[in-house]
């Protein structure tokens, strides 16, 4: 438990580092592409230097893709949120998931019968899913299941001592798992520093996780996760339950704008 506290602080920290260098990266990819934009317009450019600065340009939208990632793991707090019902993003995760993982990895969802309401973003919540699945994925080479699933769950003492952010109350618990290879310690301490991974140059950015990390953290939720080798892993994210509120009931009736003037 520990070792995950000082793991939510020094995400912090890298959190922070991260934002500001992809924000200042981010400048610098913006002049290179305008470079290459104005070359491309330029009429005497042999067709060998075309293709050149269409590479560039898929160069440049891969690195400005990976520093999008860095500035969403810093600087969640800037995402509008609204109120959401999970489940149906998970509905609509899984049915993306079933079209496009392989066959042999078998798509389980378990949802709670109460509609588990959030407050989120839904784009960045089918990010984490999404991270979650393919990571699921290439765990499972030879095939399994992946499970998602979602109930409802209070937050224990240790829980909200691992999470500054963390509040006591009811929570929604999403549930990820798989039945694939599992992570050895290294794997398991590292997990979610940017840039940290197993996989071959190419087939993964190490960011995965990190960015999962920073929404979960960003939405005042909480990730815990076990993982065994050989048998699976597993990762339970708690997000605090949104209450209704009276400004968040919907009005029946329309009625004027009363404003003391
Ligand atoms: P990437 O997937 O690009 O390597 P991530 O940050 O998503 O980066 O994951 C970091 C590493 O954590 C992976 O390389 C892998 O070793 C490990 N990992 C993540 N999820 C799982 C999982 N479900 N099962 C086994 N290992 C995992």
Redesign the pocket.
Known sequence: QQAQLNQARKMEAVGALASGVAHDFNNVLQAISAYVELLQTSHDLQSESKDTLAKMDQVIERAAQLVRHLLSFGREDEVETQRLDLNRIILQVADILRHTLPKMIEIETDLSQTPPIIQGEPSRLEQVLM??G???K??MPEGGTLSLSTSLASLGETHLALNPKARPGDHIKLTVS?T????DEM?KEH??EPF????KPG????????T?YGIVNSLNGHIVFE?ALGK??TFDIYFPVKKQKQADIPMKTSTPNMQAT
Do not use: E, H, R
Not at 180 to 183: D, F, P, S
Not at 196 to 199: A, D, L
């Open positions: 991270n979650l393919i990571n699921a290439d765990a798989d694939g290879t599992g992570m794997t997990l979610f940290f991974t197993t996989k087939q993964g950015t190490g960011l995965g996780m990190a999962v993982s699976g892993t």
